[in-house]
């Protein structure tokens, strides 16, 4: 279970995230909506240890994720669109997160089929489309096959074909009782995709 209780986070005197609590259980699909500037992609950041909170808690199974055992091994996050080295392939890229996690080499060619993307694998990563790197994306996400899913706008600049696949990859997921947190802006897509929503202005 994701747990947010009473989350803030200011910079100076700007806040931009005031006093948030929700829940993401397991097997459900949350989506996390909100226009851009809210604080979605600040709360995923302060969940996976990326950014310190002011005050109020972020937890994964009822730890912070910096106290983790095994972190990639529970948590598979995408929370930026180009967190890759554009000079290398996109298969060569996944298979330095798989070496560095002690994942099995193989689950890289799974991955990649899993999210439509083995027809480009071995093209740079630099020269993908905004689609094309959100699919490695969450490759890199699925590559330990953790129980728990965090993505930032996962659908952004996917085609019609794509954000299918995503919403039934996602469904896949929660169905077998994985958690999955997944924002968005985009009210109709989250529709069809998560069983509960949270709505930050």
Known sequence: MLKIEGLTK????HTVVDN???ECQPGEVLGFLGPNGAGKSTTMK???GLASATSGVATIGGRAYRELSDPTATVGASVESDAFHPGRSGRN???ILADATGT???RVDEVLELVDLSGAANRKAGAYSLGMKQRLGLAAALLCD????VLDEP???LDPQGIRTLRNLLRSRAADGNTVFVSSHLLGEVEQLADDVVVVS
Do not use: K, Q, S
Not at 10 to 13: I, L, P
């Open 10 to 13: 200011r910079y100076g005197r």
């Open 20 to 22: 948030l609590t929700f």
């Open 104 to 106: 099995p080499v193989e």
């Open 155 to 157: 659908g952004n600049g």
């Open 93 to 95: 890229h996944l298979r």
């Open 46 to 48: 302060i969940l996976l």
């Open 146 to 149: 953790p129980p728990v899913l």
